[in-house]
């Protein structure tokens, strides 16, 4: 039998290619067209899970790293100064995790997440939170704090409310999926979400 050669089959039918506009997009590509987000995928997400959950610990802690950067920066510059560069950095820091990285480090997730900032995942589980509330009381407070101790000097006050109000427009409900001349979009879920919200 070795010898014998089995009769050659016909190859398959080839399987009709769907185009890629027909894929259901994932949660995360949803965003922002109602209620097409799934309140317990969004609840089970360990992205934001533990802002949404935190107790009164999780401020406690944050203000104090605040106020032992502020000890740490006053040892070096003045109040005005130390200020401000709290301000800026809490700014720049809080932008780049809250209203940057997008995704989610589940990765039993399976990328429903990717095209959405921490900040949307936590603002899309459709509750109010204590973590929602101090993320954005402590920005107006290192901004005040920021303009009182350079006794609203201009060249300080640019700095400071100028970054109180991109930290505080990013975190608007009506910012939730905007790119913004197109930084920061990703690629394949961001392409037509201009065109569908401004149509």
Known sequence: MSGAHSPSRPPPPLRPRGSSHDIPRTYSGLFGDGNDLLPFELARNRNTEWLANAGWQLPLLYFCVIFMVQLILLSFWEMKEACT???????????????????????????????????EQL??????????????????????????FSDYEWHYLIWNVGIWLICTLAKLPFMNGVRLLGINRTTGIDDDRGKRKFQ
Not at 90 to 98: E, K, P
Request: charged share 15%.
């Open 123 to 148: 603002d899309s589980r459709q509750e109010t939170s204590n973590a929602k509330r101090v993320l954005f009381l402590v920005p107006t407070i290192l901004c005040y704090a920021a303009c009182h």
């Open 85 to 119: 560069m709290i301000n800026i950095l809490h700014g720049v820091l809080t932008l780049l995790y809250l209203h940057w990285i997008k995704g989610s480090p589940d990765v039993f997730e399976q990328g429903e997440m990717n095209a959405m900032t921490c900040w």
